[in-house]
């Protein structure tokens, strides 16, 4: 038995896994995130892009994933490993694990990101964006007359006829151009055969985008998961 957690910018997932079966547990926004809300009795495996909420974390022996540690099973020779995500790390580990390759995942969250395998397991590379909500909220915060509009699922397909029509139109179908602007330049890159959509706002670009297939919910826990197991054969 494992705890897994993914700490986001905005929220931390955590998770059992089970031997066989893995259990999300409610959501934590990252700034409440404290070792007394985790499960207490088992190991746990986190993956981890804010370094305060790690430092609260610390001295419980957590492991923290990073590229580093996991060569074995993504090759980082071709880019700079040093600043990599590690939920980023994660999903490259998810998709060699899961689908075939190449393959490109679009985390959609707080930041929309890429991560791009081939079929050698190599990370080649990707993007990193704002997600919708940033976007709405930096239009909110760097101008005077925009408010911050709520969110939708649906796609708007008209120009806007007033404000929050205007925001949404160029914010959500702003943000599925962006998307496949960036899965599409990827695409020529290299030949990819999985092209994968995870994270919360999936099931909004994979709705939009037929070229994308959103993952189980669980996908990046299971790249987590696949970190921990790996260094702990090693250490066997
Ligand atoms: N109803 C909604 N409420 C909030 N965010 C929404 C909603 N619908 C879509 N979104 C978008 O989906 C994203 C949610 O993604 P997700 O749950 O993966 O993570 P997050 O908590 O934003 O990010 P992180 O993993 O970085 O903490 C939000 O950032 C936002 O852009
Ligand atoms: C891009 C985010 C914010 C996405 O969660 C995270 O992966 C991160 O902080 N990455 C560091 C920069 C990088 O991945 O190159
Ligand atoms: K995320």
């Given at each position: 038995m494992l705890t897994l957690l993914n700490i986001g910018n905005t929220h931390a997932q955590p998770a059992i896994w089970h031997d066989g079966y893995l259990e999300l547990l409610p959501r934590i926004p990252t700034s409440e995130l404290t070792w007394e809300r985790l499960p207490q009795e088992y190991p746990v495996a986190a993956a981890s892009v804010v370094p305060k909420a790690s430092a609260r974390l610390a001295g419980h022996g957590i492991y923290f994933l990073s590229a580093y540690d996991c060569g074995g099973l993504i090759?980082?020779?071709?880019?700079?490993?040093?600043?990599?995500g590690a939920d980023r790390v994660a999903n490259a580990i998810a998709a060699a694990e899961f689908y075939p390759l190449p393959a490109l995942v679009v985390d959609c969250g707080t930041a929309i990101t890429i991560e791009i395998v081939d079929e050698r397991r190599r990370f080649l590379g990707g993007a990193i964006a704002p997600g919708r909500r940033l976007m709405r909220r930096a239009l909110f915060e760097g101008t005077a007359q925009l408010p911050e509009i709520p969110f939708s699922q649906e796609l708007p397909e008209e120009p806007g006829r007033n404000t929050v029509e205007a925001i949404r139109f160029g914010v959500d179908r702003g943000a599925v151009g962006l998307v496949r602007e960036l899965v599409a330049a990827s695409l020529r890159s290299c030949g990819i055969v999985s092209c994968l959509a995870a994270g919360g706002d999936a099931g909004f670009f994979a709705a939009a985008l037929p070229e994308l297939k959103a993952v189980e919910s669980d996908f990046t826990l299971h790249g987590i998961r696949l970190a921990w197991e790996r260094r702990r054969d090693r250490q066997a």
């Open positions: 090759d980082f020779s071709r880019v700079d490993p040093t600043t990599l």
